[in-house]
Antibody, heavy 115, light 107 residues
Framework: EVQLLESGGDLVQPGGSLRLSCAAS????????MSWVRQAPGKGLEWVSV????????FYADSVKGRFTIYRDNSKNTLYLQMTSLRAEDSAVYHC????????WGQGTLVTVSS | DIQMTQSPSSLSASVGDRVTITCRAS??????LGWYQQRPGKAPRRLIY???SLEGGVPSRFSGSGSGTEFTLTISSLQPEDFATYYC?????????FGQGTKLEIK
């Protein structure tokens, strides 16, 4: 069974940094693309980033480009999202998902950016 | 970036009804579209990928169609557990983009 468990969400001040983690199990992690998607409270889904398994290629939403970095540690079956220069509008539940086409999702971790 | 326009934004229907949700892309995306269901307080769940391929374990009352710029999700006979919010996602080119969502409510 595919399991994705996000962690690292917290309350952080504007301009601050945070690193999210996603621990994966139940599938061959290193062979799959992995993604992050976020959802602000009461709002819709927003695609954030993907790490393509082949070639270590990454893509980002325009709203986070230059501030967020997606990376992975295949030895730990873990995906990460390093977030810097955080803004109030980055406040959301952040979900990791298996595959570029988001076939399985984790429950998410809450990030709140506020002073 | 490709914009996805989803309609309607909300929909009231009864158990047993047939409902259709539409997504339009601002430019052609071939068959690069998925549909996701999100129940309150839960993570989204993929229903359809590549416009018309049914995810394993998803009931056959769900179906997807379309290509290019216009796509539909159809639920042939609504069941109580289908009342949720539905999103489309274009997965043809980066950055991927979601539609605004359709909240399906019980009439």
């Amino acid at each position: 069974e595919v399991q994705l468990l996000e962690s690292g969400g917290d309350l952080v001040q504007p301009g601050g940094s945070l690193r999210l983690s996603c621990a994966a199990s139940g599938f061959s992690f290193s062979t799959f693309d992995m993604s992050w998607v976020r959802q602000a409270p009461g709002k819709g889904l927003e695609w954030v980033s993907v790490f393509m398994g082949s070639g270590d290629t990454t893509f980002y939403a325009d709203s986070v480009k230059g501030r967020f970095t997606i990376y992975r540690d295949n030895s730990k079956n873990t995906l990460y999202l390093q977030m810097t220069s955080l803004r109030a509008e980055d406040s959301a539940v952040y979900h990791c998902a298996k595959g570029a086409w988001l076939d399985n999702w984790g429950q998410g971790t809450l990030v709140t950016v506020s002073s | 970036d490709i914009q996805m326009t989803q309609s309607p934004s909300s929909l009231s229907a009864s158990v047993g009804d047939r409902v259709t949700i539409t997504c339009r892309a601002s430019q052609g995306i071939g068959s690069g579209l998925g549909w996701y269901q999100q129940r309150p307080g839960k993570a989204p769940r993929r229903l359809i990928y590549a416009a018309s391929s049914l995810e394993g374990g998803v009931p056959s009352r769900f179906s997807g169609s379309g290509s290019g710029t216009e796509f539909t999700l159809t639920i042939s006979s609504l069941q109580p557990e289908d009342f949720a919010t539905y999103y489309c996602l274009q997965h043809n080119s980066f950055p991927y983009t979601f539609g605004q969502g359709t909240k399906l409510e019980i009439k």
